[in-house]
């Protein structure tokens, strides 16, 4: 092995050319898969650095949805479920409790709720912490240490057992300092102390995706942290669940002893969720469903990327196809003093190896860069995201795999061709050598090209998709909008206390200098963010099963001028419309049409079935702006006043006459000036959320024209590596046919007819595996038919470009023959 080792290495070093065309071929192709991998392995694939994290399980529910009212967790059907069911990460603390309890073959049960954000004062300086609720026996189930102090017991997790709290070291680091004595001194978390007693491990990750938790706490804690969310309650579902196998347990039997206790906490909700059971996940990756949800994004450029790299293969396997034709002789020599078929393959497979082993060690490098590329994605992920895309041992080991498969994948059939040397042909004469030709290698070409034309036409129609989502007209106008969010109800507000607040902010965040308009809104337009509610209409008969819904939002005062949506009719909200006066809203065009038959609904009244009787009039209507997501229609919208159903949280929105985030600093100053304690969040402008709207067509958009680009780029390298071959292949047949008097148009054309034909036969295998996946790329798409022919002209046409310019070079060549050499060297 290491005389074949060595041996490949002095062939590869004798034609560098050759060498690094292959070796940079296959660093893309190996790059752009390890980085996507990366991703897919930060998501999905990478255990959790825990204890034996092969024993953790999580624990979810399945059955029919009720409807639950205060559910918090996450539901999805299919995925081999029956029909109408649907399975669960949340459950009520009570059977949490139970499985605690009374679960068989577990040695921990625990739990945890993940807050989304808290006010923490930490030394004097107010921020918002991730904090997380989690059941005394969290940190020793999951299978944690603490770096300094100690972590939670159940004794901290009893009613009336002094505040406690675990910290990050990430949190430990930005707000603490590192200081060594953090142990003993105190957080403020909501207005209420809470007491440091250790500092999590500096690697440390919880069992959430991408987990923004800074601050740790007991679910002793939820009177204060989430009132609205009592452990008592049989109908709250908000708890996550998780446990760890004992030793040698039977994990069915296990699942069986959850379900029992589960039906029975469930009582009589047992027959409205049809007999629900309880299913156990591998828990070592920790919740599996929002990480399975969030993959899909890479799962889909997975299939690119192996695309790339197959066009990659292919046209390595073209290129040492031609290469062993020209190197027949030299098999021919070494079967004739003793090698075998498998010796032969063998070194033919070692130098295939070298290429591929080098191709990927100079493919993580590629992949650090494409890695750049995902990271700008990634950075509009939710505040306090984390997303680890470092290259660990799963990321070296996927390199090193790909790297051996290609190998195999690329150079099997030219190591196959290569080993049925003939020694007394090969020896007889130098001449033929050039013999083959390469049916094969031709076959390859035509993959390499219909393979390039499916990449090229789904970057085309993912351009187009992205670049008719960056045109749409959102409705109102983005530009010079500031927005951040503030949560008063933390720090104690409510009632009139929190209205006055609220006037208060606005007035001073008005006085600011560059400042036009201010306003707030629960949560921002186009943030991915959605709220809806039953409707009802009265003295309309509702229809039996019928469920009509309406998207809602609640604003402030000035909030359309602010926004620039323009009223159409009616009214906008006034100081006047308070908790004391009739409800009433403003509705967009899609609810006039929807529920009025696009007449004037100013006037009317309707109901949300939100547990209230009182009724609301329409007193304004307003144009159709973007609600959720720019991608997504706009639904029938009620906008509300925030005077009449108050929020304990809001975004405040800014319109400019400078550069929005030129003005943060002094925006901090003037809340800062009104409570000290209370932290600014999620400071964006209205224009990055936008863009974090279109965060995932713009990468779409972005990798999937470079690696079309790369494919494209590769099938000219291939193409062109043909056409040399046959060029130099035929150079004795050039040089008689031009003595017998051929002009250099009669040599030039067959040359470019030929590799129009490969061309042309792999634009039309391409275009009819396009047609075959209409019905998935039409879910992917926006304004764009997935039959689109413009994509498909324009994605054959640029393949027929690059055949004829791989093939002008080689048939260029020809043309220039001197038919006295090559007939003297023949």
């Known amino acids: 092995m290491l005389s074949d080792l060595r041996y490949a290495f002095r062939q590869l070093t004798k034609s560098p050319g050759f060498t690094a065309v292959a070796v940079l071929s296959l660093a893309l192709g190996i790059g752009a898969n390890t980085a996507i991998f990366s991703a897919l392995n930060a998501v999905l694939l990478r255990s959790l650095p825990v204890r034996n994290p092969h024993e953790l ?14 559910y918090t967790g996450t539901c999805t059907s299919g995925r081999g479920l029956p029909r109408g069911f649907e399975m669960g990460t949340s459950f009520p603390y009570p059977a949490f409790r139970e499985f605690q309890n009374r679960g068989a073959g577990f040695t921990d049960v625990f739990a945890c709720y993940a807050l989304k954000s808290a006010t923490a004062v930490t030394r004097g300086e107010a921020s918002v912490a991730g904090t997380m609720l989690v059941s005394g026996n969290f940190f020793s189930g999951y299978g944690v240490n603490p770096l300094i102090g100690r972590t939670l017991t159940p004794e901290d997790d009893r009613p009336g057992a002094p505040p406690v709290a675990v910290i990050t070291y990430l949190w430990w680091e930005r707000h603490c300092g590192l200081d060594p004595n953090v142990v003993g001194q105190t957080i403020i978390l909501n207005q209420a102390s809470y007491t440091v007693i250790g500092v999590l491990p500096r690697h440390y990750k919880g069992p959430m995706m991408g987990d923004p938790s800074d601050i740790y706490v007991p679910m002793s804690a939820q009177p204060h942290l989430v009132p609205g969310r009592p452990l008592d309650s049989p109908n709250r579902w908000w708890v996550q669940v998780m446990g760890r196998l004992a030793p040698g347990a039977n994990e069915a039997q296990a699942q069986a002893s959850l379900a029992v206790l589960f039906q029975q906490v469930l009582g009589e909700s047992n027959a409205k969720m049809g007999q629900p059971g309880i299913v156990l996940e591998d828990g070592s990756r920790g919740q599996l469903m929002l990480r399975q949800k969030a993959a899909k994004p890479f799962l889909a450029l997975t299939v690119v990327v192996g695309l790339v790299l197959l066009v990659a293969c292919a046209n390595l396997a073209t290129l040492l196809l031609a290469r062993g034709a020209a190197r027949q002789h030299e098999m021919a020599v070494r079967a004739a003093i003793g090698a075998g078929r498998w010796r032969l393959i063998r070194q033919s497979l070692t130098e295939s190896l070298v290429l591929a082993l080098a191709g990927g060690g100079l493919g993580l490098v590629v992949s650090a860069w494409i890695k750049h590329a995902l990271g700008g994605f990634l950075s509009f992920a939710p505040e306090g995201f984390r997303f680890d895309l470092r290259t660990d041992s799963n990321v070296f080991l996927f390199t090193l795999c790909v790297s051996v498969v290609t190998a195999l994948v690329f150079g099997l059939l030219p190591a196959l061709r290569a080993s049925r040397a003939d020694p ?13 030709r390469l049916r094969l290698g031709k076959v390859l070409v035509t993959v390499q090209v219909g393979l390039s034309v499916l990449l090229v036409v789904g970057a085309s129609l993912m351009i187009r998709t992205f670049a008719n989502l960056a045109r749409v007209q959102p409705g109102f106008d983005p530009q010079n909008v500031l927005l951040f969010r503030l949560d008063p109800g933390q720090a104690g507000y409510s009632g009139e206390k929190l209205i006055t607040f609220y006037d208060q902010t606005c007035a001073a965040l008005l006085a600011i200098p560059g ?4 306003t707030f809104s629960g949560f921002p337009l186009a943030s991915g963010s959605h709220s809806s509610e039953g409707i009802q209409f009265p003295g309309r008969v509702q229809v039996p099963g019928s469920d009509e819904q309406t998207a809602v939002l609640g604003v402030g005062e000035d909030f359309f001028q602010t926004m620039s ?35 004037n609904p100013v ?34 919208l009620v906008f509300w006043s925030q005077r009449q159903r108050l929020q304990p949280n809001v975004t405040f929105v800014l319109r400019t006459a400078l550069p929005p985030l030129a003005l943060v600093p002094a925006v901090r100053k003037a809340v800062s000036a009104l409570d000290a304690n209370l932290p600014l969040s ?12 279109l965060a995932a067509d713009r990468l779409f958009a972005s990798l999937g024209g470079a690696f079309a680009f790369l494919a494209v780029l590769l099938s000219c390298i291939g193409l062109y590596g043909l056409m040399a071959y046959n060029v130099t292949r035929r150079t004795s047949e050039f040089g008689i046919r031009m003595a017998l008097g051929a002009t250099r148009r009669n040599i030039a054309i067959p040359i470019l007819r030929e590799a129009l034909l490969l061309a042309g036969t792999g634009v039309v295998l391409g275009t009819l595996v396009v047609l075959s996946l209409v019905g998935f790329i039409k879910s992917q798409l926006y304004g764009v038919n997935p039959v689109d022919p413009l994509s498909l002209t324009t994605g054959a046409l640029l393949l027929v470009a690059v055949a004829v310019f791989a093939a002008w070079l080689p048939a260029r060549r020809a043309t220039k023959v001197n038919p006295i050499e090559a007939l003297r060297s023949e």
């Open 57 to 70: 399980r999580s624990i979810n529910w399945i059955g029919l949805n009720p409807e639950f009212k205060g």
């Open 424 to 436: 007394l042909a090969g020896l007889k004469s130098r001449s033929a050598l050039g013999a083959p």
């Open 515 to 518: 400042v036009k308009a201010v």
């Open 565 to 599: 949506i323009p009223l159409l009719a009616g009214r906008d909200f006034t100081v006047s419309d308070n908790a004391s006066s009739p409800l009433v809203a403003v509705v967009n065009e899609t609810f006039a049409r929807r529920f009025f038959g696009g007449e």
């Open 603 to 636: 006037g009317q009244t309707f109901r949300l079935q939100d547990g209230t009787a009182r009724a609301f009039q329409i007193v304004g209507y307003c144009r159709d702006a973007k609600y959720n997501e720019v991608r997504a229609e706009v639904p029938p």
């Open 682 to 693: 999620r400071i964006k402008t209205q224009e990055q959320q936008v863009e974090q709207s």
